[in-house]
Protein backbone atom coordinates (compact mmCIF):
# COMPACT_ATOMS: atom_id res chain seq x y z
CA UNK A 1 0.00 0.00 0.00
CA UNK A 2 0.95 3.52 -0.61
CA UNK A 3 1.45 5.34 2.66
CA UNK A 4 3.46 8.49 1.53
CA UNK A 5 1.17 11.38 0.69
CA UNK A 6 3.61 12.63 -2.88
CA UNK A 7 4.08 9.04 -3.77
CA UNK A 8 0.01 8.69 -3.47
CA UNK A 9 -0.57 11.55 -5.67
CA UNK A 10 1.66 10.90 -8.37
CA UNK A 11 0.43 7.17 -8.66
CA UNK A 12 -2.96 8.78 -8.75
CA UNK A 13 -3.13 11.06 -11.15
CA UNK A 14 -1.04 9.53 -13.32
CA UNK A 15 -3.89 6.38 -13.32
CA UNK A 16 -7.06 8.54 -12.98
CA UNK A 17 -5.28 11.74 -14.53
CA UNK A 18 -7.49 14.83 -14.90
CA UNK A 19 -9.88 13.12 -12.43
CA UNK A 20 -8.09 12.94 -9.96
CA UNK A 21 -6.17 16.52 -10.34
CA UNK A 22 -9.53 18.15 -10.10
CA UNK A 23 -10.76 17.00 -7.21
CA UNK A 24 -7.65 16.95 -5.63
CA UNK A 25 -7.31 21.23 -6.24
CA UNK A 26 -11.30 21.31 -5.81
CA UNK A 27 -11.53 19.71 -2.70
CA UNK A 28 -7.92 17.78 -1.49
CA UNK A 29 -9.79 16.67 1.81
CA UNK A 30 -11.95 14.28 -0.15
CA UNK A 31 -8.81 12.68 -2.14
CA UNK A 32 -6.89 12.29 1.41
CA UNK A 33 -10.07 10.34 2.65
CA UNK A 34 -10.05 8.04 -0.07
CA UNK A 35 -5.99 7.75 0.69
CA UNK A 36 -7.07 6.55 4.37
CA UNK A 37 -9.97 4.24 3.40
CA UNK A 38 -7.12 2.56 1.26
CA UNK A 39 -5.19 2.66 4.92
CA UNK A 40 -7.70 1.57 6.96
CA UNK A 41 -8.21 -1.77 4.47
CA UNK A 42 -4.99 -2.10 4.39
CA UNK A 43 -4.64 -2.80 8.05
CA UNK A 44 -7.65 -5.16 8.26
CA UNK A 45 -7.00 -8.15 10.00
CA UNK A 46 -7.60 -10.72 7.26
CA UNK A 47 -7.53 -14.41 9.33
CA UNK A 48 -8.48 -16.40 5.89
CA UNK A 49 -6.14 -17.06 3.24
CA UNK A 50 -8.94 -16.80 0.72
CA UNK A 51 -9.26 -13.86 -1.11
CA UNK A 52 -10.44 -10.73 0.69
CA UNK A 53 -13.86 -9.76 -0.48
CA UNK A 54 -14.57 -5.84 -0.91
CA UNK A 55 -17.77 -3.80 -2.03
CA UNK A 56 -17.41 -0.51 -2.34
CA UNK A 57 -20.18 1.84 -2.34
CA UNK A 58 -20.43 5.01 -5.19
CA UNK A 59 -16.88 4.13 -6.71
CA UNK A 60 -17.49 7.20 -8.92
CA UNK A 61 -15.02 7.83 -11.08
CA UNK A 62 -12.30 5.20 -9.66
CA UNK A 63 -10.24 7.15 -7.05
CA UNK A 64 -11.21 5.10 -3.88
CA UNK A 65 -11.34 2.19 -5.49
CA UNK A 66 -7.85 2.44 -7.29
CA UNK A 67 -6.97 3.13 -3.11
CA UNK A 68 -8.89 0.07 -2.17
CA UNK A 69 -6.73 -2.25 -4.95
CA UNK A 70 -3.35 -0.63 -3.76
CA UNK A 71 -4.85 -1.94 -0.04
CA UNK A 72 -3.75 -5.37 -0.12
CA UNK A 73 -2.47 -7.93 -2.64
CA UNK A 74 -5.51 -10.50 -2.55
CA UNK A 75 -8.40 -8.78 -3.18
CA UNK A 76 -12.21 -8.68 -5.46
CA UNK A 77 -13.40 -5.53 -5.34
CA UNK A 78 -17.08 -5.17 -6.59
CA UNK A 79 -17.93 -1.41 -7.40
CA UNK A 80 -21.72 0.24 -7.09
CA UNK A 81 -22.39 3.13 -8.57
CA UNK A 82 -25.59 4.03 -10.51
CA UNK A 83 -24.54 7.00 -12.39
CA UNK A 84 -23.16 5.57 -15.43
CA UNK A 85 -21.15 8.40 -16.71
CA UNK A 86 -19.04 8.25 -13.88
CA UNK A 87 -18.83 4.28 -13.80
CA UNK A 88 -17.77 4.45 -17.04
CA UNK A 89 -14.85 6.74 -16.30
CA UNK A 90 -13.75 4.17 -13.72
CA UNK A 91 -14.08 1.39 -15.84
CA UNK A 92 -11.68 2.94 -18.55
CA UNK A 93 -9.17 3.86 -16.13
CA UNK A 94 -9.06 0.94 -14.62
CA UNK A 95 -9.57 -1.86 -16.76
CA UNK A 96 -6.44 -3.67 -16.20
CA UNK A 97 -7.72 -4.54 -12.99
CA UNK A 98 -10.75 -5.99 -14.46
CA UNK A 99 -9.00 -8.24 -16.91
CA UNK A 100 -7.25 -9.75 -13.98
CA UNK A 101 -10.66 -10.36 -12.02
CA UNK A 102 -9.77 -8.32 -9.20
CA UNK A 103 -12.79 -6.08 -10.25
CA UNK A 104 -16.31 -5.70 -11.32
CA UNK A 105 -18.94 -3.17 -11.28
CA UNK A 106 -22.54 -2.93 -10.60
CA UNK A 107 -24.62 -0.64 -12.07
CA UNK A 108 -27.08 -0.34 -9.14
CA UNK A 109 -27.85 1.93 -6.63
CA UNK A 110 -26.61 1.14 -2.71
CA UNK A 111 -29.19 -0.80 -1.59
CA UNK A 112 -30.31 -2.40 -4.44
CA UNK A 113 -26.63 -4.21 -4.80
CA UNK A 114 -26.74 -4.83 -0.94
CA UNK A 115 -30.19 -6.54 -1.34
CA UNK A 116 -29.14 -8.63 -4.34
CA UNK A 117 -25.75 -10.03 -2.05
CA UNK A 118 -25.91 -13.26 0.57
CA UNK A 119 -25.93 -12.43 3.98
CA UNK A 120 -22.83 -13.05 5.65
CA UNK A 121 -20.62 -13.08 2.06
CA UNK A 122 -18.55 -9.82 2.53
CA UNK A 123 -15.30 -9.16 4.26
CA UNK A 124 -15.43 -5.26 4.06
CA UNK A 125 -17.85 -2.63 2.66
CA UNK A 126 -15.76 0.21 2.02
CA UNK A 127 -16.87 3.73 1.08
CA UNK A 128 -15.80 7.45 0.27
CA UNK A 129 -18.62 10.53 0.16
CA UNK A 130 -21.16 8.20 -0.81
CA UNK A 131 -23.77 7.67 2.45
CA UNK A 132 -23.94 11.51 3.21
CA UNK A 133 -25.71 11.41 -0.06
CA UNK A 134 -28.31 9.57 1.29
CA UNK A 135 -31.69 10.45 2.55
CA UNK A 136 -31.78 9.35 6.27
CA UNK A 137 -34.27 6.93 6.16
CA UNK A 138 -32.59 5.14 3.03
CA UNK A 139 -29.21 5.58 4.32
CA UNK A 140 -30.70 3.86 7.75
CA UNK A 141 -31.93 0.88 5.47
CA UNK A 142 -28.66 0.84 4.02
CA UNK A 143 -26.26 0.47 7.15
CA UNK A 144 -28.85 -2.54 8.13
CA UNK A 145 -28.02 -3.84 4.50
CA UNK A 146 -24.31 -3.71 5.44
CA UNK A 147 -24.35 -5.64 8.86
CA UNK A 148 -26.32 -8.28 7.46
CA UNK A 149 -23.76 -9.21 4.02
CA UNK A 150 -20.79 -9.01 6.35
CA UNK A 151 -19.07 -11.96 7.54
CA UNK A 152 -18.51 -11.81 11.05
CA UNK A 153 -15.64 -10.17 12.14
CA UNK A 154 -16.39 -7.93 8.35
CA UNK A 155 -15.73 -4.01 8.69
CA UNK A 156 -17.64 -0.90 7.12
CA UNK A 157 -14.96 1.55 6.45
CA UNK A 158 -16.11 4.64 5.36
CA UNK A 159 -14.78 7.83 4.82
CA UNK A 160 -16.94 10.53 4.63
CA UNK A 161 -18.58 13.98 5.64
CA UNK A 162 -19.77 13.59 9.55
CA UNK A 163 -21.43 16.76 10.42
CA UNK A 164 -20.21 18.00 14.11
CA UNK A 165 -22.85 18.20 16.38
CA UNK A 166 -21.61 21.57 17.31
CA UNK A 167 -24.46 23.38 15.05
CA UNK A 168 -22.33 26.51 15.41
CA UNK A 169 -19.15 25.62 14.51
CA UNK A 170 -19.98 23.71 11.40
CA UNK A 171 -21.47 25.95 9.89
CA UNK A 172 -18.39 27.92 10.25
CA UNK A 173 -16.77 24.91 8.63
CA UNK A 174 -18.67 25.11 5.82
CA UNK A 175 -18.67 28.62 5.04
CA UNK A 176 -14.81 28.26 4.86
CA UNK A 177 -15.25 25.21 2.58
CA UNK A 178 -17.59 27.77 -0.02
CA UNK A 179 -14.99 30.06 0.33
CA UNK A 180 -12.35 27.86 -0.81
CA UNK A 181 -14.48 26.79 -3.63
CA UNK A 182 -14.94 30.54 -4.71
CA UNK A 183 -10.91 30.82 -4.24
CA UNK A 184 -9.90 27.84 -6.35
CA UNK A 185 -12.81 27.75 -9.00
CA UNK A 186 -13.06 31.26 -10.03
CA UNK A 187 -9.12 31.65 -10.23
CA UNK A 188 -9.39 28.77 -13.21
CA UNK A 189 -12.50 30.33 -14.53
CA UNK A 190 -14.34 27.41 -14.04
CA UNK A 191 -18.05 28.96 -12.84
CA UNK A 192 -19.78 26.06 -14.07
CA UNK A 193 -18.40 23.40 -11.32
CA UNK A 194 -18.74 26.44 -8.93
CA UNK A 195 -22.08 26.35 -9.64
CA UNK A 196 -22.43 22.33 -9.46
CA UNK A 197 -20.47 22.40 -6.13
CA UNK A 198 -22.70 25.15 -4.23
CA UNK A 199 -25.77 23.16 -5.68
CA UNK A 200 -24.49 19.96 -4.14
CA UNK A 201 -23.96 21.44 -0.62
CA UNK A 202 -27.01 22.79 -0.20
CA UNK A 203 -27.93 18.88 -0.60
CA UNK A 204 -25.65 18.21 1.75
CA UNK A 205 -26.38 20.33 4.30
CA UNK A 206 -30.48 20.11 4.04
CA UNK A 207 -32.12 18.64 7.16
CA UNK A 208 -32.93 15.21 5.15
CA UNK A 209 -29.58 14.14 4.46
CA UNK A 210 -27.02 15.84 6.76
CA UNK A 211 -25.22 12.85 8.36
CA UNK A 212 -24.53 14.35 12.27
CA UNK A 213 -21.57 12.41 13.87
CA UNK A 214 -23.60 11.17 16.84
CA UNK A 215 -26.77 10.30 14.85
CA UNK A 216 -24.30 8.50 12.53
CA UNK A 217 -22.60 6.13 14.93
CA UNK A 218 -25.90 5.57 16.84
CA UNK A 219 -27.59 4.36 13.78
CA UNK A 220 -23.87 2.04 13.27
CA UNK A 221 -24.63 0.96 16.77
CA UNK A 222 -28.59 0.05 16.24
CA UNK A 223 -27.17 -1.78 13.90
CA UNK A 224 -25.45 -4.24 15.78
CA UNK A 225 -22.02 -3.02 15.04
CA UNK A 226 -19.21 -3.04 17.76
CA UNK A 227 -15.28 -1.06 18.35
CA UNK A 228 -17.04 2.03 16.35
CA UNK A 229 -14.42 4.42 15.79
CA UNK A 230 -14.46 8.23 14.59
CA UNK A 231 -11.12 8.98 13.45
CA UNK A 232 -8.83 11.54 10.89
CA UNK A 233 -11.64 14.17 11.99
CA UNK A 234 -10.82 17.30 9.09
CA UNK A 235 -13.06 20.07 9.56
CA UNK A 236 -16.11 18.20 8.46
CA UNK A 237 -14.51 15.11 7.09
CA UNK A 238 -14.03 12.12 9.03
CA UNK A 239 -13.15 8.27 8.90
CA UNK A 240 -15.48 5.60 10.71
CA UNK A 241 -14.77 2.16 10.82
CA UNK A 242 -17.03 -0.40 12.26
CA UNK A 243 -17.10 -4.12 12.79
CA UNK A 244 -19.90 -6.69 12.81
CA UNK A 245 -19.32 -9.03 15.89
CA UNK A 246 -18.03 -12.54 15.34
CA UNK A 247 -20.78 -14.23 17.95
Keep these: MITDKAQYDA ?21 EMSRLVGLAVSDYQHESENTLSIVELGGGTGIT ?16 DNEPI ?52 YREAVVNEIFRVLKPGGALINGDRYALDDISEHTRLVQKEVSAYFNVLTNINRLDLLEHWLVHLFSDESENHVMRETVALIQLRNAGFFDIKLSHRNEVNALVTAIKPRT
Design 86 to 137: MQNQAKNHLQQWAEVGKLAFRSEDALTALQNLPTASIDIVASAYTLHNFLAG
Design 65 to 80: TLSLLNAKANVHIVSV
Design 11 to 31: VFSGVIGQDYEMLNLICPLAT
